[in-house]
């Protein structure tokens, strides 16, 4: 197969997805009942169909934030419809994909326990989870989700904080329809199970299954309709003060039976859901836990931040089906082929810029494996030096922004995304260097380890090839300051459009000056054909991820506007390139569906699982718990960064920031934290976690693209750059303004 073979069948999107189906959908085995086929085959297709309508809500929402952003700067006239529109397509579009992403396998666990099971106890665990955790959960937030809905139709309810009022009815629909086709997948997901099942043990559960739907219904019917089956005991689905425990000590045992839970296997956000229904039940009662679920989901779809998670996601994706990156890794590669390490030097500038430009990880290993790993392979390069240098650049992309878990956190911690994407880029910019600074000084000791490309390799370059680096270089530095200095305001007042039009004007002189070299070489001097490769592959993303990141971060866009421009102007760049075709298009759509179902549908359960723990009281006693043993907030943090990084190894960073995080909260505002800077600690410990085996995904990414390498050899390889990434977290955290320094110099604060 070759590279190109290999990036067109890549599927980049999985980095978080244990168990992709892979079958087409209504697909079912020969010997499954006719019956059981029949529905299992119709609801797959039901919710197929809804999932490929849904992904089109996207457009919409890039539509409406693009269209307020250049009427509100260009004209002066803002919309009074935009935010709503997108927001509320962007929270339809999560919630009426969440069946569709069931039905794919979407949904994040934790596998590495799950998978080493033979598939028979998969499917006995999986059918049994369903039957008592999803099943239940889901019922009874149909009704609950539904009334609500149903008063917003009836009063006709209206949203209170934009100029429009739009009315909710419509969006808030989407949550119980949403909730109905889940519910329908699950019965094609536990048939599924049943059927995987042997004979003895699927005749059991046959048997028992009636049984268990009266019991359901009985519950069901005597929360919501207690004159009919008076059955005291059971009313309002109310444990409270069974057994006696106090509410802060049933959050403790919440948090440990949670635990367990995940690392069963069970998609994790319908664990935290049923969970939260349970304790919050046994805490204070089962009505107030249904509504409190019902609330936490209809902020998250109307929550406008949010919205930017599925905008930088189809960005990312576009600007991959562009291939940008591989043209940019080619010539950086020439470039510097005089120089030892080269290759490991083109990995990290390469996946430097690819992490602003996607924010997911996956992605970036991947790619970067298929482009670099037989090249290096070819020229003799270390293969454990080649392995870390490929997986630590790769991880990059959780930690420079616009990375997708800095817009998640942010929410989460209460701080500004533009606080937290600020923060991110010198320690971004920290790490990289630390790894460049790594490998070449590996390199200088022992040359056998990135070899020079051998010279019939090597490009035709001028003699005076170190003034054509210094004049490219200047230029470029002298573009992205007046590019800075245009969206900061620095260039405004000169003339109409002055910030945009002088940029532009020093990229006209560069070009024009280059074309008059070229064509007159004074003295011999000429610009290598490298730098027009090179200009190709770094200028369209750069200025890119420059427009979207700093649009937000200088205050012309909020990060879903931000984000949509870049959506937007992805997608012109993969026109541009004659990579654009509507198959293309639409795949990008529905991936980027899938990942934002993941991520959404997690905040919303997380929220659930977290507004339920906070009102048990729980936090509130550990704080004072922790605040009773007279630590210092130095070990305080150097504990709570240990178990993150414990946890990181098991889990993917989206329950860590959704789940952890918050608990630890109270106790950082107690004593006084900076939360900007504590999620930044927070970011680049995940990231460490990615190179610690043997869990670390970045591992199998590579892997996967590269067979010939012995996962052993990655490991090794892995771990050196972890040790650095150590490093790194430690000067962080021992000179905490190498994060705070950029958001205080541009925001004053």
Not at 113 to 121: A, D, F, I, M, V
Not at 130 to 154: E, G, H, Q, R, V
Not at 250 to 265: C, E, T, Y
Not at 274 to 283: E, H, I
Request: net charge negative.
């Amino acid at each position: 197969m070759t590279q190109d073979q290999d990036l067109n069948n890549l599927d980049t999107t999985d980095e978080m997805i244990a168990e992709r189906r892979a079958g087409a959908p209504g697909e079912t085995p020969e010997d499954m009942n006719p019956l059981s086929r029949l529905i299992v085959g119709n609801i797959d297709l039901l919710n197929h169909w809804v999932g490929k309508l849904t992904c089109l809500m996207l457009i919409p929402v890039i539509g409406a934030m693009v269209y307020e952003v250049v009427a509100r700067k260009l004209f002066i006239a803002p919309t009074d419809w935009a935010y709503d529109t997108s927001r509320m397509f962007s929270g339809a579009m999560f919630m009426m994909g969440a069946g569709y992403a069931l039905m794919r396998g979407v949904h994040i666990r934790a596998d590495f326990l799950y998978r080493n099971w033979s598939p028979r106890t998969q499917m006995l665990v999986d059918l049994a989870l369903y039957l008592f955790f999803y099943f239940p959960a889901m019922l009874f937030f149909l009704k609950i989700s539904t009334d609500y809905t149903i008063k917003a139709w009836m009063t006709w309810e209206r949203s209170m904080d934009t100029t429009l009022m739009a009315p909710l009815a419509p969006a808030r629909t989407a949550m119980p329809v949403g909730v109905l086709l889940l519910l329908l997948q699950g019965v094609a997901e536990s048939l599924r199970c049943l059927h995987g099942l042997d004979g003895p043990t699927r005749k059991l559960f046959t048997r028992l299954i009636p049984v268990y739907v009266v019991v359901l219904l009985v519950a069901f019917m005597n929360t919501f309709f207690p004159g009919i089956l008076p059955l005291g005991m059971i009313n309002d689905f109310s444990l409270q003060g069974l057994g006696g425990l106090a509410p802060e000590l049933i959050g403790v045992i919440m948090i440990a039976v949670m635990l367990l839970a995940i690392f069963v296997g069970f998609p994790i956000s319908f664990t935290l859901i049923f969970l939260a229904f349970v304790f919050g039940a046994w805490g204070f009662g089962g009505r107030m836990v249904f509504y409190l679920e019902t609330f936490q989901f209809n902020n998250v779809m109307l929550e406008q931040t949010l919205a930017a998670v599925p905008l930088f996601v189809f960005m990312g994706i576009m600007m991959e089906q562009a291939g940008l990156m591989e043209r940019l890794f080619t010539s950086v590669q020439l470039m510097l082929s005089r120089t030892r390490g080269a290759l490991y030097l083109a990995v990290l500038f390469v996946s430097t810029i690819f992490a602003a430009a996607t924010g997911i990880v996956g992605a970036s290993v991947t790619i970067l494996g298929i482009m670099a790993a037989k090249t290096m392979n070819r020229s003799g390069y270390d293969v454990r030096l080649a392995a870390g240098t490929i997986t630590a650049g790769g991880t990059l992309g959780i930690l420079i922004p616009p990375s997708i878990m800095l817009v998640v956190m942010g929410p989460v911690l209460e701080v500004p995304v533009t606080d937290l994407f600020s923060a991110a880029i010198i320690p971004g910019i920290l790490l990289a260097s630390l790894y460049a600074g790594y490998t070449m000084i590996r390199c200088y000791m022992n040359p056998d380890l990135g070899p020079i490309l051998p010279v019939d390799e090597q490009p035709p370059t001028s003699k005076y090839y170190w003034l054509e680096s210094v004049l490219v270089i200047g230029s470029i530095l002298i573009l992205f300051t007046l590019i800075i200095k245009g969206l900061s305001g620095s260039l405004s007042g000169y003339f109409p459009f002055s910030g945009i039009l002088i940029p532009l004007a020093w990229a006209g002189v560069m070009y024009l000056a280059s074309l008059w070299v070229r064509e007159n070489k004074p003295a011999g001097f000429f610009f290598s054909d490298l730098w027009h490769e090179f200009f190709m592959g770094l200028v369209p993303p750069s200025a890119l991820v420059a427009f979207a990141l700093g649009s937000i971060l200088f205050g012309w866009a909020t990060p879903t506007e931000g984000a949509a421009c870049g959506a937007f102007g992805s997608l012109v760049l993969s026109i541009a390139y004659r990579k654009f075709n509507i198959p293309g298009f639409y795949d990008a759509l529905i991936k980027t569906l899938e990942i934002s179902v993941l991520i959404l549908f997690l905040v919303a359960a997380s929220n659930f699982f977290g507004a339920v723990f906070s009102r048990l009281g729980t936090p509130l006693m550990l704080t004072e718990f922790l605040l009773s043993w007279d630590l210092s907030v130095t070990t305080v943090l150097i504990i709570i960064m240990a178990l993150i990084f414990l946890l990181g190894w098991p889990l993917e960073w989206v329950p860590i920031v959704l789940i952890i995080v918050p608990i630890l909260i109270p106790v950082l505002v107690e004593m006084n934290v900076n939360l900007t800077w504590f999620g930044i600690l927070v970011a680049v410990n995940l990231q460490t976690a990615w190179l610690s085996p043997p869990v670390a995904l970045s591992a199998y990414f590579l892997k996967g693209v590269v067979p010939e390498w012995d996962l052993k050899d990655i490991y090794f390889g892995m771990m050196q750059f972890m040790v650095i990434q150590l490093i790194g977290l430690t000067l962080i955290f021992m000179f905490p303004e190498i994060a705070l320094w950029l958001p205080e110099y541009i925001y004053g604060k």
